[in-house]
T-cell receptor, first 115, second 113 residues
Framework: DAMVIQNPRYQVTQFGKPVTLSCSQT?????MYWYQQKSSQAPKLLFH???????NEADTPDNFQSRRPNTSFCFLDIRSPGLGDAAMYLC??????????????FGPGTRLTVL | GESVGLHLPTLSVQEGDNSIINCAYS??????FIWYKQESGKGPQFIID?????DKRQGQRVTVLLNKTVKHLSLQIAATQPGDSAVYFC????????????FGKGTMLLVSP
């Protein structure tokens, strides 16, 4: 089945220790997104790739970076995790076109714990 | 800015009742809206969407109503079941440059047998 896959599902890191979360998709969608979701809050968009074009949200801290080496994979790098970065990180994909926005498909998320 | 809080608005219903979840969106230029269901520990799951040139759309047991005059969106779930218990988010697409979704703060639906 076509899907969005996130690895690992649970990640524990130490304060200040770089961590990378991964996302892959078999949907062949051209847009990939990374969201941060804290407990009892809505998902908050960090950035997205429209094909190879990187689009950062204005309030996303510099501590968060992303890479998209090909259509199928996208990575979220947290350079120096702080306690406040503990959250669920959600990857999503969509097939956007000039016809307008379309549904975003979400992965199961990676729960990040910072010790 | 985004609402910050520790407690989600909660709607408690009995199994078999109809549920209505409401959402106020922020941008009158938004042209696409989605309702997502999120169960604990899982990613959001698409329920239904609607474009701004429509005011009503129906799916299986769900109906979305869009009132652009007051920037209001609602999700109606018919014959609510315990499996419908989850957090429901509305999201709007703001058509500026690349399309992105902005999520509302969510409503927790609790369905008791």
């Amino acid at each position: 089945d076509a899907m969005v896959i996130q690895n690992p599902r649970y990640q524990v890191t130490q304060f200040g220790k770089p961590v990378t979360l991964s996302c892959s998709q078999t949907l062949n969608h051209n847009v990939m997104y990374w969201y941060q979701q804290k407990s009892s809050q809505a998902p908050k968009l960090l950035f997205h790739y429209y094909d190879k074009d990187f689009n950062n949200e204005a309030d996303t801290p510099d501590n968060f970076q992303s890479r998209r080496p090909n259509t199928s994979f996208c990575f979220l790098d947290i350079r120096s995790p702080g306690l406040g970065d503990a959250a669920m990180y959600l990857c999503a994909t969509s097939r956007d076109s000039l016809a307008g926005a379309t549904e975003q498909f979400f992965g199961p998320g990676t729960r990040l714990t910072v010790l | 800015g985004e609402s910050v809080g520790l407690h989600l608005p909660t709607l408690s219903v009995q199994e078999g009742d109809n549920s209505i979840i409401n959402c106020a969106y922020s941008n009158s230029a938004s042209d696409y809206f989605i309702w997502y269901k999120q169960e604990s520990g899982k990613g959001p799951q698409f329920i239904i969407d609607i474009r701004s040139n429509m005011d009503k759309r129906q799916g299986q047991r769900v109906t979305v109503l869009l009132n652009k005059t007051v920037k209001h969106l609602s999700l109606q779930i018919a014959a609510t079941q315990p499996g419908d218990s989850a957090v429901y988010f509305c999201a709007e697409n703001k058509p500026s440059g690349y399309s992105t979704l902005t999520f509302g703060k969510g409503t927790m639906l609790l369905v008791s047998p």
